[in-house]
Nanobody
């Protein structure tokens, strides 16, 4: 069994920052060879990729995250972070942690981010 648990969400004013974290537990021995990603889903919208980081190569960011968000992973500790700066109201969504491989695909339960004054 694998569990992904996100934390760090909350209410923040426009222009503020949040740091999301995702911790994996359980059968994570093969996670070092898998990709990690953050997705988000706003009400009445489809889930969309925020950023992902693979085994090699630079991270990939969706256009809205470039220059404002930074994804990072700690393979040894099976954790994934997302530093979000200069947040905007349209960043409000539930943010999900995802670990993906050729066959396996794991998701966390999500953490709510609300950007509002």
């Amino acid at each position: 069994q694998v569990q992904l648990v996100e934390s760090g969400g909350g209410l923040v004013q426009p222009g503020g920052s949040l740091r999301l974290s995702c911790v994996a537990s359980g059968s994570t021995s093969n996670f070092a060879g898998m990709g990690w990603a953050w997705y988000r889903q706003a009400p009445e919208k489809e889930r969309e990729l925020v950023a992902r980081i693979g085994i090699t190569g630079p991270p990939l960011y969706n256009h809205f995250a470039k220059g404002r968000f930074t994804i990072s992973r700690d393979t040894a500790n099976s954790t994934l972070d997302l530093q979000m700066n200069n947040l905007r109201p349209d960043d409000s969504a539930v943010y999900y942690c995802n670990v993906y491989g050729r066959v396996d695909d794991y998701w966390g339960q999500g953490t709510q981010v609300t950007v509002s004054s």
